[in-house]
């Protein structure tokens, strides 16, 4: 079975955040740049005199995918720790089965696809 677990934490937590996954030795992670709102709801802001309404804010997106429950609930236990500070908007996280996967310059599928190849 191979599970993916997304995070979308504070911007200000990524360096803690992949430190945490190196740490445990995650192999593969996808980072991106992305906008959102939670409970927060945004902020105000005064922008050249106008006050303006910020209702999405910028966050990081961790992607990782895992060949077991185990390493699951590693890299949950990694990410809740590292991007944890207590206040609102410290972000969530996902995870859920994959169907397949597939390396695309081996064709290997399913857990095979995962693993790392330098040859």
Excluded: H
Aim: glycine residues 8%; negative net charge.
């Amino acid at each position: 079975m191979l599970i993916k677990v997304e995070a979308i934490v504070r911007e200000e937590m990524f360096e803690e955040v992949k430190d945490a996954l190196n740490q445990i030795e995650v192999n593969g992670i996808t980072v991106s740049q992305v906008m959102g709102c939670g409970a927060q709801r945004g902020y105000n802001e005064v922008v050249r005199g106008s006050k303006v309404d910020i209702v999405l804010q910028p966050k990081i997106k961790f992607e990782i995918v895992v060949s077991s429950e185990e390493w699951e609930k590693k890299v949950i236990k990694a990410i809740q720790t590292a991007a944890f500070t207590g206040d609102v908007g410290d972000g969530k996280i996902f995870s859920y089965e994959i169907r397949s996967a597939m390396k695309i310059r081996t064709k290997e599928t399913g857990y095979d696809a995962l693993q790392s190849q330098l040859d």
